[in-house]
């Protein structure tokens, strides 16, 4: 198993879906795996008082430039009705999948990605999360009973706390052996910069 | 005199730092002139209630990667002593300037970058800002006369008030034709527009 790279996001975050439909082809091209890890950035917000859709021009501009940014990689987009929204079944569900088989869990969260961004599917919905995960070859029935346990709703919050206590504060953040990239914007560094180890 | 495009900043900003080293060639290239155009960012900071810097991990992981861009960029960079600062006297020269010399203006302004983020001048004194303005064959006693001006003050305000109604919300910010492109990790995308009219 190849050294992974972190891959931090939000599945509401428009920059963390652009990044997705590219993270696991860099980290390839130098033998890397990507472990993706989902946290809610809406905790961060809270605790800063802070979000950026909230102050209009900068929204109407993300907004614009993230449609701008996928029509340039040719990758397709649209926002969905529930935006932004706190998809917690999905981030939980990624955390199940990944103590079974990390693989998958990759897999799975990259579809989810596809599933809210260009088809609009609530990933808040339990029903939803089951059939992407399905399609993906894990037992529905048994993660639909997962998602109930408190156990693994503590998990996503504890992931959340590690992120940040990592330093995380945005989405995608993306850590190689220690070395912060924040925002879709930075990959091409980030693919430098395991070409590289650095500059 | 072709078609400019504009290019707002605020010299405390060390992305819009960065920037100022790529802009002019970039339009260039295009056969476009810029139009340097700096506000007080501060208005917007304090309208909105927020500041980027004020969140510690995002100032830490902000100085960390605006020193890498400006190395992948070969890029003199250093943080001034005193950082973030309200550089006004510089600000205001620019537009001073730009009414009897867009050319020197931009040369000037160019210059005023440099001079904070690679030798910590301090570009809200005065008397450094008509040191700098005198080496681009402005006249320095004049200028720093015009400085004290109430017209020469009231235009700052005026700008920053058409760059907020603009849109603009951050540094540096660029308008092509109209079209809005925020951040220095933008300029790729600014060459592209130029040379194909938008995608």
């Known amino acids: 198993m190849p050294r992974a790279i972190d891959f931090y996001f939000d599945f509401s975050s428009p920059y963390g879906y652009l990044a997705s439909t590219r993270i696991d082809a860099v980290a390839a091209r130098h033998g890397r795996a990507v472990r993706w890890r989902p946290y809610m950035l809406g ?18 501009y993300m907004m614009h430039d993230v449609a701008r940014c996928a029509r340039l990689l ?27 088989d990390p693989r998958q869990a990759a897999a799975f969260a990259k579809a989810c990605f596809a599933a809210y961004w260009q088809e609009d599917r609530d990933l808040a ?16 029935a048994e993660l639909r009973i997962a998602l109930e346990a408190p156990a693994v709703k503590a998990r996503l919050k504890e992931e959340t706390e ?13 850590l190689v052996d220690g070395e912060p990239f924040w925002g879709a914007d930075r990959l091409d ?11």
Request: aromatic share 12%; proline share 7%.
């Open 43 to 60: 905790v961060v917000y809270k605790s800063t008082g802070y979000h950026p859709l909230e102050q209009e021009p900068k929204r109407r």
């Open 74 to 100: 040719g990758v397709p987009f649209r926002v969905p009705q529930r935006f932004p929204a706190a998809l917690l079944a999905a981030s939980r569900a990624v955390y199940w999948i990944e103590d079974r």
């Open 125 to 140: 919905e339990a029903a939803v999360v089951a059939e992407i995960a399905a399609a993906q070859g894990v037992l529905a």
């Open 162 to 174: 590690a992120a940040i206590a990592a330093g995380v504060f945005g989405s995608p953040f993306i």
């Open 189 to 199: 560094q980030v693919d430098r910069w395991l070409a590289t180890g650095g500059w």
